[in-house]
């Protein structure tokens, strides 16, 4: 026994080189089994490096204790102390799998299969694992034979000399071997059977994939066929007793344990089809009943033992369906809820342990891998194979998954095998579960090499890689191109020139020619870009198709994909963000204001998926104005800080264009059931909010440049009509009132003079000639129209109001909004103005005949020459000008003593007259949908024309595209037409009764 004080130096110093249990490892290494190393250096620190050094010396201790003799000890110990790369195998294996422990104290010879340290020892195939169960007799010798082989991978695992790839590699081509070698002890045992029949293996699962766990199932299919003259039905009965006993000999629990289970459950009709079934059979059942998950197994099908050359054409016979499984119906939504339903079966109790099959687990990166192969690799032969990891890059440089994605998913990937190959090694069961006992945590995290706080350090790391695995499972397995590309036919996914022209001509391109040099452009050459379109524009010229204008749609690709192609995410999110390529192809074959507009920022693309950008959905005036602030704070100069600002509104009019064609066409994902009245409030209030926060910057703009911080006066804009209303289209004019107010001590006369300085500036700088949407400020409503100053106090609209108003001012205060400038001066205008425009007492029975007279006026003299009447949707019977009028009388007559008639917009007016009775409610929804429907059509026309109109487009292409926005699909065009004359008709008859006779 050592002394005292040098116990506690040892103690100590065993502490320090990670072992948990201090006073059993020192009473061991005081023991006589390991007296003649007790003082060797090299030990302690072998030990120390391992996964569980108390483990590891417990492990040598019965190791050395089982040697037969003294001699036989000594010569283990002076090799162990004279070889390091033995003393690093054997203590290591020790270290990690009390299993292998267990096996080398029942054979304690077999540690000499770790002195072997050579190059062709590093990396062993199935040969070399032929030679080494070569002399197993029986299924006892067999077990331990391939437990000495076992020992040998997982040396070079747990010190890696072998990655997680390697050594899932090498215990498929060990489980290869053995399959062989069991199949000959069957045919050994049954040699009349045997000279009956051919007999194939096929290996799947994760031996077919060469990637094998230390302890799986082992899944098979076996096919088999006569020899020359045999009767088929005695051959078969032959061939499923040679399989069965083999199953045996490999799954049965002898002294030695078992190998592990050989299951054939992925045959044809599972357990309950035959076990052995000809190729014919097997090729009648995969063509006529298999099911999607069944083409999915055989992605990873290999011959591994029997009839090799039966086997190859086994694989040979089934690999065309397994690449033609994605043109199955519903196949993309069979195999994502096929994960699903995997992910519901697990026990609440495992799911947070649950490494394989839970979310963010190996499994997750095996489907999506697969789905991603059977979709794309019908038409790229690359992509077809077997193993993850081989498969994940082949896609990588293929581009069907980016390259940061996938190094992701490969470094998750192995991390979580990693961890599932550890677990497993320690008592060599079949195990996905993380276990929860401390000492097995940190063994698991030490052989994982984490050594500082292998527990907390374990769980940050599996939960880092978890949820990278979660997210781009999430972000590829359910990526909605995936779909697109599985419906299209075989020929479909190729774009070359012929395929290309027929299909071209089939989807209805006009220029088929100047498509196929779009295309050749696109996706010519070996670049990573040219892969990338090639994926995406088999589907994108089906999307293209679906509008009126598909050429159109693919020259504004290219068009986007030329401004675009050095810009590493443009490709990028088309092909991974959600519904963005779809977005994108909805978007630039819908018209030219989208198109334009994107041409104008091609980065606005981002808007399109799912990402940082901010989809499409439209953001409110607040977040708009503090974008806008802080561009034109930024800039150098008025000009330059007004042309921010617009550069700011061309990108949200892009989000807003872009939505509401998305919201109109939908996609094929969600289809359209879009609420046609919301739409027309979502484009109304976005522009709205978007003209009012550019208003807001300019101002300020002006504001800096010619007086610093403050204005001699106080000064805010009105906006009127539409833009009151919250009811601008794309191509609506700004109409607005400009009022100011004398700072305290400044001169009236100095005070008006920067208030109109101001406006001609902000005028100025609007119109500015520029490649941007024009935003023309329209002052015309102010008192006195064109010949009145543009801007005045509070007290002279008062004088005005009071003493000139006529009533079709006050019919136009109805609009009056407070839009930028001085909040609280714009609400003493709106004061001034409510009661003129919601009269105590309703109008005079003359206002309401002179409102009659104005109506009647506009529409016999505002109408354009020639247009027709029936379907101009805003001066037309029935049209927005109709419907207008009538609520707006209705507010003028009832607005004092009804408070819900007092808002600028349309249809909450309209709604509000309802609800207290002042319109029948049938009568409220027929000027309701004329209304809608009257706006929808001329945002419809500004969103195919590019320029803004009243009535429908007389090109044919153009009417096409109008009727594809509004919901109609082709040879519509005439339904288009009838369903508005007579929704208008039936307005106009409501008109009729409220207006001019009620």
């Known amino acids: 026994m050592m002394a005292p004080g040098r116990r506690s130096s040892t103690f100590t110093r065993l502490l320090r080189h990670g072992f948990t249990d201090p006073s059993a490892a020192e009473r061991l290494l005081d023991g006589p089994e390991l007296s003649p190393v007790r003082n060797d250096p090299f030990l302690l620190e072998a030990l120390a490096a391992t996964a569980d050094p108390d483990l590891a010396l417990r492990g040598l201790v019965g190791l050395v204790e089982a040697q037969p003799g003294t001699a036989a000890r000594r010569e283990l110990l002076d090799t162990l102390i004279a070889a390091k790369p033995l003393r690093d195998r054997l203590l290591g294996v020790l270290g990690a799998s009390a299993a292998l422990a267990d096996h080398l104290a029942r054979h304690p010879r077999d540690w000499e299969a770790l002195v072997t340290y050579e190059p062709r020892d590093l990396h062993p195939g199935v040969e070399e694992f032929e030679r080494g169960l070569a002399g197993a007799a029986d299924p006892v010798s067999l077990r331990v034979s391939y437990r000495r082989c076992l020992l040998s991978i997982a040396a070079r695992d747990v010190c890696g000399t072998t990655d997680v790839a390697e050594t899932a590699a090498e215990l498929a081509d060990l489980a290869t071997a053995t399959l062989r070698a069991a199949l000959g002890l069957a045919r050994a045992a049954a040699p009349d059977e045997a000279a009956l029949c051919r007999l194939a293996v096929i290996a799947m699962g994760k031996c077919g994939g060469h990637e094998l766990n230390y302890v799986s199932d082992v899944d098979v299919i076996f096919v088999g066929e006569a020899v020359d003259g045999a009767d088929e039905a005695k051959a078969l009965r032959a061939a499923t007793k040679l399989a069965s006993h083999m199953m045996r000999i490999c799954s049965e629990t002898t002294v030695e344990g078992s190998i592990w289970p050989v299951d054939a459950n992925l045959r044809p009709e599972g357990r309950n089809g035959p076990l052995v079934r000809s190729l014919s059979s097997h090729l009648a059942y995969y063509q006529r009943w ?9 992605l990873k099908a290999r011959p591994v033992a029997g009839d090799l050359e039966l086997g190859a054409d086994y694989v040979a016979a089934v690999e065309p369906m397994v690449w033609k499984a994605a043109e199955r119906e519903n196949f993309v939504v069979d195999v994502q809820n096929m994960r699903r339903r995997v992910v519901e079966n697990i026990p609440v109790s495992e799911v947070e342990r649950e490494l394989k099959l839970g979310p963010g687990g190996l499994r997750d990166v095996e489907f999506a891998v697969q789905l991603l192969q059977l979709v794309h690799g019908r038409a790229d032969g690359s992509l077809r194979s077997g193993t993850t990891l081989d498969a994940l890059q082949a896609l990588a440089t293929g581009g069907y998954v980016g390259r940061a994605d996938a190094v992701q998913l490969d470094a998750a990937y192995r991390f979580l095998r990693s961890m599932e190959h550890r677990i497993q090694l320690y008592r060599l069961r079949r195990t996905h579960l993380v276990p929860e006992d401390e000492t097995d945590l940190r063994r698991l995290g030490r052989s994982l090499g984490l050594r500082t706080d292998p527990v907390a350090e374990l769980g940050r790391e599996w939960k880092r890689h978890a949820s990278v695995v979660r997210r781009l499972h999430e972000k590829l397995f359910y990526r909605p191109l995936l779909d697109a590309v599985a419906q299209l036919a075989p020929g479909e996914t190729r774009l070359s020139p012929e395929a ?84 994108l192809a909805r978007v630039l074959s819908a018209g030219r204001l989208a198109p334009d507009l994107l041409m104008r920022a091609p980065e606005a693309v981002a808007l399109l998926g799912d990402g940082d950008g901010g989809g499409l959905e439209p953001r409110g005036r607040a977040l708009l104005e503090q974008e806008i602030l802080a561009a034109v704070r930024r800039a150098d100069g008025a000009v330059q800080a007004v042309a921010a600002a617009r550069g700011v509104r061309r990108r949200e009019l892009f989000r807003i264009a872009a939505a509401d064609i998305v919201g109109s066409y939908g996609t094929e994902a969600q289809p359209v059931e879009a609420d046609q009245g919301a739409l027309v409030d979502l484009v109304g209030g976005a522009v709205s909010d978007l003209t009012a926060a550019t208003l807001s910057g300019t101002l300020r703009a002006v504001v800096r440049e010619g007086w610093g911080d403050t204005l001699p006066t106080r000064f805010a804009v009105i906006g009127m009509g539409r833009f009151g209303g919250h009811e601008l289209g794309y191509g609506s004019d700004a109409d607005v009132l400009f009022v100011h107010e004398p700072r305290e001590g400044v001169d009236e006369r100095e005070a008006g003079e920067a208030a109109n300085k101001v406006v001609s500036e902000m005028r100025r700088l609007l119109q500015i000639p520029s490649a941007d949407p024009p935003l023309l400020v329209d002052a015309d409503l102010r008192p006195e129209g064109k010949s009145g100053p543009l801007v005045r106090t509070v007290k002279s609209y008062e004088a005005y109001y009071r003493r000139w108003s006529l009533v079709w001012e006050s019919q136009a205060l109805l609009r009056a909004e407070v839009v930028a400038g001085d909040e609280e001066l714009g609400s003493r205008f709106l004061e001034l103005a409510d009661p003129l425009r919601y009269p105590a007492g309703g109008l005079a029975e003359e206002a309401v005949r002179e409102i009659r007279r104005l109506k009647a006026r506009m529409e016999s003299e505002r109408l354009p020459r020639g247009a027709d009447p029936k379907l101009h949707t805003k001066l037309g019977p029935g049209g927005l000008s109709d419907v207008e009028w009538t609520v707006q009388l209705i507010q003028m007559r009832h607005g004092a003593t009804h408070p819900g008639l007092r808002t600028t917009r349309t249809r909450q007016a309209l709604t509000a007259a309802r609800d207290a009775g002042l319109i029948p409610e049938e009568e409220a929804a027929t000027l309701d949908e004329a209304w809608v429907l009257a706006t929808r059509v001329r945002n419809a026309v500004m969103l195919v024309r590019g320029r803004a109109g009243d009535t429908f487009p007389s090109d044919p292409r153009e009417l096409v595209a109008v009727g594809r926005y509004l919901g109609y699909g082709p040879g519509r065009v005439g339904d288009m037409l009838d369903d508005y004359r007579r929704t208008a008709r039936r307005a106009r008859t409501v008109v009729d009764e409220l207006f001019y006779a009620g």
């Not at 994926?535 to 749609?553: I, K």
């Open 500 to 583: 290309a022209r027929e299909r071209l001509v089939a989807l209805g391109y006009a220029d088929p020619a100047a498509a196929l040099r779009h295309l050749e452009a696109l996706a010519s050459g070996v670049t990573r870009k040219a892969a990338i379109q090639r994926t995406l524009l088999p589907v994108l010229l089906g999307w293209f198709a679906d509008s009126a204008d598909p050429d159109a749609g693919l020259l504004n690709f290219r068009k986007v994909s030329d401004a675009l192609g050095k810009t590493p995410w443009y490709l990028r999110l088309l092909r991974d963000e959600g519904a963005a390529a779809e977005n």
């Open 290 to 298: 298999a099911k999607t998950w069944e083409f999915q197994a055989l």
